[in-house]
């Protein structure tokens, strides 16, 4: 390790990439070291200050994607661009008898549906900011340090990122046709192996996408759980297949420490297509630019580090993804 670079040091870490002869715990407390070195006091850390900012940005934006993929790269294309490039993507019309639209966020949160007519796909951004409040004698008690900034900081851009696909995929809701929705107060199997059924006949299987919340209620027709499925609500909380579709679970977390309300809104799974090319994903996500870090100093002398992230996500509708709604969650 000490021929590398912090940086790399540091995407090595959150990219959990040990290099040979080391653990994850090593490389982890070299990280911490060396970010201590830059702020042992508050006169090294405003001395260092830009470098760190740098180095948080750097890292920010090497692993920040990597992880929203893993998040929701079974069904969305998650492209970066740099500052001002226009963000395209790339429409493939593989599948047949397919109606295809896209929903895109106007002024004042409307959600718009427009015809296609064209092979690509546009995505407008716009900068979303997200805060950490820390005391610096936080630092300097090793109560936080700067890896932990980093991981709120990459924590709140995927929940943003997470928060606006799910809003726009739940803005599709009333304009799918009835084959591709269901609702209720309850979850009705019968009711979500219809809409699976829908989407497998586009080819391939399907998959469930839903909140932690959502995926506990799902419960075969018949009552009787198999020994996988005891197993899988022993150690998850939910059943992992329903149906011959897998059920995937999105994190969920609470918009402040009052843990009253979510960021994701727990009443919805989505049900989509396996496979398929990048080109055929029904969300398309855009990363435009730098991450923008910066410290405010407030009058009791804690600071505020604010991110700022340009972030856009338009949903291809078409009619081989449904939407299951459960009124009965909170």
Known sequence: MADMTIKQLAVAVYKKQAPTNFSLND??????????????????????????????????????PKKIIEAIGMFAEVKTYGQGERARFKRKLG???????????????IYERVRLDSDYVDVATHAYGGAAYVEFEQFLDGTMDF??????????????????????????????????????AAFDAAEMRRLITTIKAYGGNANIICTPEFAGTITPASGFVGDPDKADMRNQGYIG??????????PQSFTDSSNTTKVLNPQFAFIVPTGGTE????????????????????ADDSMEFQAYKKIGSNILFTNYFAVYKNTALQ
């Open 147 to 184: 890896t932990d900034l980093v991981n709120l900081i990459i924590d709140g851009i995927e929940y943003k990122i997470l928060e606006e696909v799910q809003a726009a995929l739940i803005a599709t809701f009333n304009g799918l046709p009835a084959a591709n929705k269901a609702s209720g």
């Open 95 to 109: 599948r047949n008898n397919v109606r295809r639209f896209i929903t895109r966020v106007g002024l004042g949160g």
């Open 241 to 250: 297949r329903f149906e011959g579709a897998n059920v995937i679970v999105l």
């Open 27 to 64: 490389m982890e407390g070299a990280l911490r070291d060396k970010f201590r070195e830059l702020a042992s006091d508050f006169n090294t850390y405003r001395r260092n200050k830009i470098e760190i900012f740098e180095l948080i940005e750097q890292v920010i934006d090497e692993v920040a």
């Open 279 to 298: 080109d055929e994903k029904i969300v398309k996500v855009a990363l435009e630019g730098q991450t923008v870090v910066k410290e405010v100093q407030n």
